[in-house]
């Protein structure tokens, strides 16, 4: 039986003293129990059985206990907004960064978050021998239970752009507007959280069986089936969203069939569509079902034509486990949004009382089809499923002289049931394409009077917000649709030089490609975009090593050295473990279309980081409805590459026979060479200044030089 108790308090740097600080972490904190009770038992000579029960109960919280220090009364906000925040400091934003940003931070934060999670396990095993089959039989059970204490931004959040000083607020022009004279104006937008405290429950279960089957000396074979289940996520108190009904006539059906603005409506002939709700109307607790047909086979095997070649290869199905969590429930969160421009483009509603009709209230499932009308939705596929692996590789290893080791191996990973959200909520193509002119066109609006506090309930309304599937609606986004696939193909080269005559080393190579479908270009597609992956890292070599120099007594070298001139140059040992490889690809902005025959790498000068990107090789969409047909990641253009370089010496003084002094001196990251993880990706828009600049905008996502000494006595 095991416990492990762990407690670990820190608290963030100031950005500003106060309650305005932009940081949250004061207290961050985490800390765990782990408790573990193992039991084995020898049946017989040739059966074991273990049995092992385990619990895991782990915090974190991220707090700042100084918001409460200056509250909405103390800004002077207005009586109306008073009553609806919470005590605390509102966040103000600018859309700056901390780092480097051209425009303002701005100040505060939200409530940040009390999230225990609390998972028991008990697993059996059953091992036995029968002849040249050794079997093994065993189940997994697993309950997890998380709560998530998070009130987000309940004292209010205001966000300010250009927009409202631009000479146009539906067009963003870099070289127009600023965001903190639209503060000064007094207009932006606006958005205050009544958050629910979810209580999550999750189950899963795995049985599997296991036989390696020693056939001769030369020739092992591995066989095995694993059958896994995961139950589907429910709530203590019910309060999450359950699936939106597609079919079920509208609340609103008869109040809009023949509202004024009705023609410019098709839907609302026969509006349908809602969200339901898990537990309530027969509806089962679960928001996503579960099957029992997520079998696993494995087969392996191992084969030795003579004692230095080995060819070693497998094939297996595995299955991952998902927590797919619907996320804040409709009606039982609820987040009212400013409306801070009317049908005119003319500033409505004042930061000062951005909320003069109220809040939207937490009605939890009572409106049922009706809940977040004039709002968003989103629900996860009912039937969305565990994404599924098919895995192989194949080896060959071979023993040469001197103590090396040689193997090269290919290794497949096909995943397919990714997740994938979609907005059902969309124009079709033929209605996007039809521009600015037709959409933004204001006419007379069916919902009107029927949301209040959303912009639905406005008389006139955008066209192209009534010509949707279910304009009652702003999106309705469908998540978790097991529709994405993945393909890694890697060749693995690996070298390995054993323990001899002082040195030991290896060398990783690998030289790998993945590709997936991940996502919608655009939301009315009927198709997945290929892309590579942003994680794609086409070659990686790795060698790492250690070397005792020949140097002294008992070595290659001056082995006939006085005792004391062996103390200065014997005794010496160089370690290194190097790492390069090339970047991964970058993301670029949603705007950044390729220019054709253009070469993104080509930046004037060669790449660097005060400027990592060719220009010239993109220009910025400025059509919004302009359907997405290019890429917005790409390999051609990867991050800065990655040369690390670990380095240690160590040095061993004999003070007697049975006594050693270890002196150890490590460089981690000896030359101090920076990296840059994620590149330029918060100047990732030609719209933007800095497009394409690292230097200023990005910190490094290394440590710089660590140089640690340390000594060891061993007798």
Not at 309 to 320: E, I, K
Not at 374 to 383: A, M, R
Not at 401 to 422: I, K
């Amino acid at each position: 039986m095991r416990h492990i108790r762990n407690n670990f308090n820190s608290y963030d740097v100031e950005f500003y003293p106060g309650a305005p600080d932009p940081n949250t972490g004061f207290p961050f904190t985490r800390a765990n129990h782990n408790l573990v009770a193992d039991l084995t038992r020898t049946l017989s000579p040739t059966s074991v059985l273990n049995v092992r029960a385990g619990l895991q109960r782990y915090l974190t919280a991220n707090r700042n206990y100084k918001r409460g220090q200056v509250t909405p009364k103390d800004l002077s906000f207005s009586s109306n907004f008073v009553a609806q925040a919470s005590p605390y400091f509102p966040y103000f934003g600018f859309g700056g960064s901390t780092l480097g940003s051209t425009a303002f931070t701005g100040a505060g934060q939200g409530s940040g978050n009390f999230t225990p999670d609390q998972i028991n396990n008990l697993d059996a095993a059953w091992s036995k021998i029968v002849g040249r089959h050794s079997l093994k039989f065993g189940s997994q059970g697993r309950l997890e239970r998380t709560y998530n204490l998070q009130a987000g931004y309940d004292a209010g959040a205001f966000n300010f752009s250009s927009t409202a000083t631009n000479r146009d607020p539906q067009i963003v022009d870099p070289a127009a507007g600023d965001a903190v004279a639209s503060f000064l104006t007094g207009v932006g937008s606006a958005f205050i959280d009544v958050n629910a405290a979810p209580a999550r429950q999750g189950k899963s279960l795995a049985l599997f069986f296991q036989d390696d089957i020693s056939l001769t000396a030369r020739f092992k074979l591995n066989l095995g089936l694993r059958w896994d289940w995961t139950g589907p996520m429910t709530d203590r108190f019910n309060a999450m969203t359950g699936i939106f009904d597609e079919t079920a006539p509208s609340p609103l059906a008869d109040k809009v069939k023949n509202a004024k603005g009705a023609e410019n409506c098709p839907a609302c002939a026969a509006l349908r569509g809602g969200l339901t709700f898990p537990g309530v109307g027969g509806k089962p607790r679960n928001v996503y079902d579960s099957t029992f047909k997520n079998f696993g086979p494995r087969i392996g095997f191992a084969y030795s034509p003579d004692g230095k070649t080995a060819l070693r290869g497998g094939f297996g199905v595995f299955y991952g486990p998902i927590w797919y969590d619907p996320g804040q429930p409709a009606g039982f969160s609820q987040r009212t949004s400013s409306i801070p421009f009317d049908s005119n483009w003319m500033p409505l509603h004042l930061i000062d009382n951005p909320f003069p009709n109220g809040l939207l209230p937490v009605t939890k499932a009572g409106l049922g089809l009706a809940t977040n009308i004039g709002s968003s939705i989103s629900f996860v596929d009912p039937h969305t499923r565990e994404p599924r692996s098919y895995q192989a590789s194949l080896e060959v290893q071979r023993e040469l002289p001197w103590s090396v080791l040689v193997s090269a191996g290919y290794t497949f990973n096909r995943v397919d049931r990714l997740p994938v959200d979609r907005n059902l909520n969309s124009l079709t193509e033929q209605q996007f394409t039809s521009g600015a002119a037709v959409l933004n066109r204001r006419v007379d609006n069916p919902f009107a009077g029927l949301a209040p506090g959303y912009a639905l309930n406005q008389a006139q309304i955008a066209y192209s917000a009534l010509i949707v599937p279910f304009p009652q609606f702003t999106s309705v986004v469908k998540r978790y649709m097991p529709l994405g696939d993945s393909r890694y193909d890697g060749l693995q080269i690996h070298v390995t030089k054993r323990y001899s005559h002082g040195l030991s080393m290896s060398l990783a190579y690998t030289v790998s490609k993945k590709l997936g479908h991940y996502g919608y270009q655009n939301a009315f597609d009927n198709f997945l975009e290929k892309t590579i992956d942003e994680f794609d890292m086409p070659q990686v070599f790795v060698p790492n090593g250690s070397w005792e120099l020949p140097f002294g007594r008992d070595k290659y070298l001056a082995a006939n050295l006085p005792v004391w001139l062996d103390r200065v140059v014997g005794g010496w040992q160089f370690n290194w473990l190097i790492r390069i490889q090339k970047g991964r690809p970058f993301l670029l902005a949603a705007d950044a279309i390729p220019v054709p025959g253009v070469d993104p790498k080509a930046a004037p000068g060669g790449q660097n980081l005060n400027q990592w990107i060719n220009r010239a090789a993109f220009e910025r969409n400025t059509d919004p409805f302009r359907p997405r047909r290019w890429s917005s990641i790409s390999g051609r253009l990867r991050t800065p590459p990655i040369h690390n370089f670990d380095l240690g010496v160590t040095k061993n003084n004999r003070i007697t026979e049975r006594v050693n002094f270890q002196v150890m001196g490590l460089f981690i990251n000896a030359f101090n060479t920076p990296q840059w993880w994620d590149g330029p990706s918060s100047c990732s828009s030609p719209s933007q200044s800095c497009f394409g600049q690292i230097a200023g905008f990005r910190t490094q996502s290394n440590l710089p030089r660590q140089i640690q000494l340390a000594g060891r006595i061993t007798f």
